[in-house]
């Protein structure tokens, strides 16, 4: 199998993250990093052991050995360099959201399928084992029709009105955080489990915190709690710590979702509960080797992870046998795999349909994410239309 090279813009929180993924995979080769700072740039390539560092995105793009690009920068970035990635004729994987807007992201998506290029949202959360399992259930009616669907995305990270980062500034993160943010991969999740969509909205937000205290040097994504900060600035917070949203499924069903930034002892978890006229599951991140089932009129059952007692075809999706535990960094080289996969079929003319998150998907959690927000602007129910 062909090496394929990438190069990631972007060297914070994710950036590594996607890097060490990729390193997983054997036949994707790091070619180069980039960040609007060099030095952080040639700093993090030689602490990762990576040939190439630039100052300036377009450098990277003008590689052309380079096949992929990872964006992985701050969410008002993501537009232009996606679009630039795409004109240069790479195939994008974008972190999300897409775009700050839904006309940005609609524009991403029709330039990538014009191109013909593989295009991929980091909707990571879906590449859990246990989800692709849920999802198998679902897909061979084991629940039955689904009746109700609960949860709720929460973390800490954001308590203390000193905790501080570049998401909470609507010029950088967008106009929503808290849904936009991990609300985003809660409703991908539930969507692509259940293979229902969202048809109507109602939601509540919150911000508790109106006011916080930016420290005057540079905090890195999660890493504030980590930092003794004593030099602070006072910095008006208008997006919000906090949602609840109802919901509406196009077959009926009822749901609900809980997002909270500022979730004592929360650390990063999704939760989930399905309700179908059959049977029921519920799945924990923080737990995520583990899948409760419910009934009615026997025992309830608690299932570990092992690919030889998963459904149908989703134990590909777990890397390691039964007793060996998988996690968040699994997700991402389980999606890359798949990207990846795909952009191999095609150099080699072999290519299947494509089964990742693309932009399109990036379109859909765009729209759902400006309507949650005109429901709680307008205070009503509003349905989603594409």
């Given at each position: 199998m062909r090496k394929i090279k990438a190069g990631i813009i972007g060297t914070g929180f994710i950036g590594p993250l996607h890097i060490e993924a990729l390193r997983r995979l054997g036949f994707v080769e790091i070619a180069a990093v980039a960040d609007m700072n060099r030095q952080l740039a040639e700093e993090k390539a030689g602490q990762l052991h990576i040939p190439g560092a630039y100052g300036d995105y377009r450098e990277l793009l003008a590689d052309e050995t380079i096949e992929s690009v990872h964006i992985c920068t701050p969410n008002h970035l993501h537009y232009g360099m996606t679009r630039d990635a795409l004109m240069a004729g790479k195939h994008v994987i974008c972190e999300k959201p897409l775009a700050m807007n839904l006309e940005?992201?609609?524009?991403?998506?029709a330039m990538a399928s014009e191109k013909g290029l593989v295009n991929a949202v980091h909707f990571n959360i879906r590449y859990y084992p246990l989800i692709q399992h849920i999802r198998t259930l679902v897909e061979k009616g084991e629940l039955g029709r689904i009746l109700a669907v609960n949860g709720s995305y929460q973390q800490d990270w954001l308590f203390y009105e000193t905790d501080y980062n570049w998401r909470l500034r609507p010029e950088y993160s967008g106009e929503s955080r808290a849904v936009a943010d991990i609300g985003s991969h809660w409703l991908d999740s539930v969507e692509y489990i259940t293979g229902l969509r969202?048809?109507?909205?109602?939601?509540?937000?919150a911000t508790f915190h109106p006011v916080r205290r930016k420290p005057l040097?540079?905090?890195?994504?999660?890493?504030?709690?980590?930092?003794?900060?004593?030099?602070?600035?006072?910095?008006?917070?208008?997006?919000?710590?906090?949602?609840?949203?109802?919901?509406?499924?196009?077959?009926?069903?009822?749901?609900?979702?809980t997002v909270n930034q500022v979730a004592a002892g929360r650390k990063n978890r999704i939760y989930f509960e399905i309700y179908g006229d059959k049977m029921s599951v519920a799945w924990d991140s923080?737990?995520?080797?583990?899948?409760w089932t419910g009934h009615r009129d026997r025992g309830n059952e608690l299932l570990l992870k092992d690919p030889a007692l998963m459904a149908g075809s989703s134990g590909r999706f777990a890397g390691y046998p039964g007793g060996h535990a998988e996690g968040f960094p699994d997700t991402s080289k389980q999606l890359f795999l798949e990207v990846y996969r795909y952009i191999w079929e095609m150099g080699s003319?072999?290519?299947?349909?494509?089964?990742?998150?693309?932009?399109?998907?990036?379109?859909?959690?765009?729209?759902?994410?400006?309507n949650i927000l005109k429901s709680a602007r307008e205070e009503k129910w509003v349905d989603i239309r594409e």
């Open positions: 940005e992201s609609r524009e991403l998506a969202i048809s109507r909205v109602c939601a509540d937000l040097k540079q905090v890195e994504t999660y890493a504030g709690k980590l930092q003794d900060n004593t030099e602070f600035e006072s910095v008006d917070i208008k997006t919000e710590d906090y949602a609840s949203v109802l919901l509406r499924f196009c077959n009926g069903a009822h749901g609900s979702m923080e737990n995520p080797n583990e899948m003319g072999s290519c299947t349909k494509a089964s990742f998150p693309g932009f399109m998907d990036g379109v859909r959690e765009a729209l759902l994410c400006e």
